[in-house]
């Protein structure tokens, strides 16, 4: 290759050591967020395979495709690998452990072994969760709710909730390394006021993974336990409360959705002002909302259990408190319209899958309005409305989030252009799929179908159809990128420093950048967002 | 005239149209959102497109924009919650003197059995207009009592009792549905509600033979274990009186006040020690372990039978049947 012989002059993070040695041993944050989009990458797909045969499933209203155990060991194993070992990692690990230090001017973050533990923690979760799945799999649904988990499940319950304690200490020391970093390891001049929407949105992110993990830790080892030595802390005969279980479940497991969205709003904030070429609107609010939704987010846990037995009171202060953190996520999508106004927009793939994420992000925190409705969760409680709103907020929001981040910052990271056209088309292909799939399921929810049924009363059919085929569509689009992203690795357009012409010190070094991410220790002197002083590129590169 | 509307489920049950009518307010509300923003950032995105020599025009932002983007959504949810907190206040608050079914779920199956002592599998007879009780308790792990058409559901809990209530209130036959994973056939816990005009409810009710009414056979099951030895009519037993106890404050040895419910009475048989009445010896035998849930909710019908019912409520040793047992043990 022609092109070779020109990157082989500049040495990069990703020539300056070859072998598997130099990666897997690696400290560099930036190899280690390649080991870790290779590692999500493989479950995003090991779960979106149970997923379509979850949808082929449901194609019939009978259950005909699969055994009962098989379909809800299937959508057990769905739910856990799509939020343990895909969705909860996702950003943060790749794409913040790619670009926090970057984008505050640091070498790498604060603790670069630490970093790699965390890759090692997740991947010993990953094999051992792998081997829970070949080895018969787990059906307790992703929730474990007792004292089904506990004393009835004959599955491998330990060996997922070990698998899941593990994963859960790798997101731990991922929150502590960037808190550490973002606090310690700034630029000169990179003050709070001037960091990055996309480094606030992660510092609340990784408060959240700090308090929040724990607490699923300790839950996850009581159901072992009492699964293993038989004790009594969720067994109503001896005393003890399955619903105790709910309480600490959710505890982690709501804030755990800010976990996986907070992460894509930072993209996004970062896409749009790109695209858009302006300062995002009101950034001292997009901020602030950011920590407020991971401070109101550990007040609303119950708002899952309307219906579970809590009390009426109860069930009241957490309706009125889950309309609370409602409003910082309704001002990040004011905050984005707004910055629209009066822009000078471009639609890359990027900007794309910006917009289909406030288009669908609104929807699923709309429906979101529902479920806080104590007369309205009753009905729709543990029915498709609930499947489709979380899919809106963790598909719709998060993976939209994600894998338009990952178009932004391919370059920087592979140091090649992917095609745009394709891009564009897999967008495209994304959001008409997603709706397609998960629009029908609002319906079916309201209609009153049941969660986790594998046959279903016939009247259900049609919108089962629907949604089925929206999920094939949906497939297609999740493949593309993966192809033509490798296909790019080799054959893309050799990628310029800053080919979008964006702000951000991630932009001001090389792609891909070296090992040590800055040539010259950067300083700052500007406002983050500065894009009335950076040229846009003369025309975004459309290829083929 | 929408009651057959596709978009949503029949409507049978005296609150259905309260839920739906939210509902509809809310879709209404989040068509227009969905509509505003979508029209803006269409607007935005057609009329500020990237064009050679026009650049965008830097704006901070205005705290007085935020403020109110932030005030009148905040006002908007406040009147949703309390919009819905008032139909869950309606659904959770049982009326006085609703007839009662007493409801023991199982991996996978629902049985219900009516005061008057009929039992059901998987089925439910109730009548249009009468105020229905479920009183609802598992035998293994969580399910949930859901019927799409009366818009209620609740979730029914190994070791206690959760109660829901519904007010039938046109004849049909509805879905019943298990609405919590259960296990492998947690889709096969399905049954059917069968709403009936009165006069139709009650040739079924008379029809199929039955053993006596839910209290009766609990009043038996009472004497079988030898209840009456310490729980007598009179202030002399050595356990408390259980003759008009329901629903009414117990002082209890620690000082505490509790209302004498479903779930006390539950309690106070299957783990007595708990919660000792004031001036009683905590001697009652645990009879965890050594009656079913159907014996229990027997058992507690039989109590509650004791103390007399708030207004037209079925009684239930009046109801029973000559022959069980001749004499109430109070007596």
Redesign the interface.
Known sequence: MATLAITAEREHYLNKEYGIRSWLLTTDHKRIALLYLISITFFFFVGGFFALLIRLELLTPA?DLVQ??TY?KLFSMHGQVMIFFFLIPSIPAVLGNFLVPLMIGAKDLAFPRINLLSWYLYMIAGVIYVHCIVTGGV?T?WTF?T??ST???NTRVIEAGIAIFIAGFSSILTGLNFVVTIHRMRAPGMTWSRLPLFIWAHYATSIIQLLGTPVLAITLLLVVFERAFNLGIFD??R?G???LFQHLFWFYSHPAVYIMILPAMAVESEVVACF????I?????VAMSSIAIAVFGFLVWAHHM????IS?YA??IF??LS??V??PS??K???W??T????????TTPMLYA?GF??LF??GG??G??L????????V???YFIIAHFHYIMVGGAVMGYLGGLHFWWPKISGRMYPEGWGRLAALLVFVGFNLTFFPQF?LG???M????????PEFQVLNVLSTAGSTILAVGYVLPMVYFLWSMRYGKIAEDNPWGAAGLEWKTSSPPPTFNFDEAPEVTWEAYN??EIA?PAE?QVER | MFDNF????VRASSEAG??DA??IF?VA??GF??LA??T??LV??TK????RG?????????SA??IT??II??GI??V??A???????H??TPPRGASEVYVVAK?WMWKLQHQEGQREINELHVPVGRDVKLIMTSQ???H?F?V??F?????V????Y?TAWFRATKPGVY?L????????????M?GQVTVMELAQYEAWLSGGGTSGSLAASGESIFQQLGCPTCHRSDAQGRGPNLVGIFGKPVQLEDGRTVVADENYIRESIL?PSAKIVSGFKPIMPVF??LVGEEQLTALVAYVKSLSPAPSGAADGPSLAPAGTRSQDPKE
Not at chain 1, 306 to 309: K, L, Q, T
Request: neutral net charge; hydrophobic residues 45%; contains cysteine.
């Open positions: 259950g009962a155990d809800n059906d649904g709710y004292p089904f004393a009835f499940s109503p005969t005393g409360d399955p619903l858009a070429r302006k300062r609107f009101g950034y001292n609010f309307f219906v579970a037995g009426l069930a009241l309706s009125i309309y609370l409602a409003v309704a001002i999508v004011f905050n319209t707004a629209m106004y009066k822009s000078s927009i471009s639609f917009f406030i288009g609104t929807m709309l429906t309005l529902f806080a409705a104590l007369g309205i969760d009753v009905h409680h543990d029915t319906i309201y209609m009153g049941p969660r986790r049924y594998w046959q279903y009363p894009y009335e846009a975004v | 596709p978009l949503w489920p309260n839920v939210l509902y809310l509300l989040s959102m969905c923003i979508f803006m950032i935005f995105a500020y497109r990237r064009r026009i650049e965008a025009e830097q704006i901070e932002g205005s924009l935020e983007w932030s959504p905040l949810f406040m949703i919650f919009w819905g907190a008032v139909i869950y206040f659904e959770r991996q293994d792990v969580i949930s859901y799409p058409a818009r209620i559901k609740q979730d809990l190994p070791g206690r959760t879905h549905f298990c609405s919590q994973y259960c296990g492998t056939m947690h889709s096969g399905i783990s965890q372990g």
